[in-house]
């Protein structure tokens, strides 16, 4: 990757691959990788969870905190990094004063998929017990359109979007996304 100081923020709706691609773009280009569910599980087994929404979103507003200033801890060093979230438009401006805070520039991989795909996976990751129970994701499949229309947008925080269609994992050509990366 170029020299110039970036923060690559990974988004999209639950079960696109996004954690998938993070962990393979932290290896291709050595590079910190800040992840919200794993700081959300580290707190479930921490402060506990609970078989509530209410519970399960109060430790992924948390977990999205510290997140976020774990990343502008980064920021103010000059370090390159990802991360990645769920993250919903109401991040937008933080994300936004953070690299213009620090000088870096933004590039989002937005991570898409079919509905009717996506919300198989969900339900197929939940009943095979792939997640920490923290989740609860078995109480979010009744709203998954809901969950789906506000995760899988890009958000606006300025500078380029590369977007990954992963409604058939087998078709993703993950160099081409490393290329256009180390292009900008």
Same mark, same amino acid.
């Given at each position: 990757?170029?020299?110039?100081?970036?923060? #690559?923020?990974?988004?999209? &709706?639950?079960?696109?691959?996004? *954690?998938? /691609?993070?962990?393979?773009?932290?290896e291709? $280009?050595k590079?910190?990788f800040?992840n919200?569910?794993?700081?959300?599980?580290?707190?479930?087994?921490t402060v506990?969870?609970k078989?509530?929404i209410?519970w399960?979103k109060?430790l992924s507003?948390?977990?999205?905190? #510290?997140?976020?200033?774990? &990343?502008?801890?980064?920021?103010s *060093?000059? /370090?390159n990094f990802i991360?990645e979230s769920? $993250?919903g438009?109401?991040?937008?401006?933080?994300?936004?004063?953070?690299g213009?805070?620090y000088?870096?520039?933004?590039?989002?991989?937005?991570f898409?998929?079919?509905?009717?795909?996506?919300?198989?996976?969900?339900e197929?990751?939940?009943k095979?017990?792939k997640?920490?129970?923290g989740?609860i994701?078995?109480k979010?499949?009744?709203?998954?359109?809901?969950?789906f229309?506000?995760?899988?947008?890009?958000?606006d925080?300025?500078?380029?979007?590369?977007?990954?269609?992963?409604t058939?994992?087998?078709?993703v050509?993950y160099s081409?996304v490393f290329n256009?990366?180390?292009?900008?």
């Open positions: 990757m170029k020299k110039k100081k970036s923060i #690559i923020i990974i988004t999209g &709706a639950p079960c696109t691959g996004k *954690t998938t /691609f993070g962990l393979l773009l932290t291709k $280009f590079m910190p800040l919200k569910d794993v700081i959300k599980e580290n707190l479930f087994e506990g969870w078989n509530s209410a399960s109060k507003v948390a977990s999205n905190k #510290i997140l976020l200033d774990f &990343a502008e801890r980064l920021a *060093t000059g /370090f991360m769920n $993250f438009q109401e991040f937008n401006l933080q994300l936004k004063k953070l213009v805070k000088g870096h520039s933004l590039i989002q991989v937005n898409n998929c079919e509905f009717d795909i996506l919300k198989k996976r969900f197929n990751r939940w095979k017990g997640r920490h129970p989740h994701d078995n979010h499949f009744n709203k998954f359109d809901e969950v229309d506000k995760y899988s947008k890009p958000l925080v300025g500078g380029p979007v590369i977007k990954v269609d992963t058939d994992f087998r078709k050509n081409e256009k990366i180390n292009k900008l």
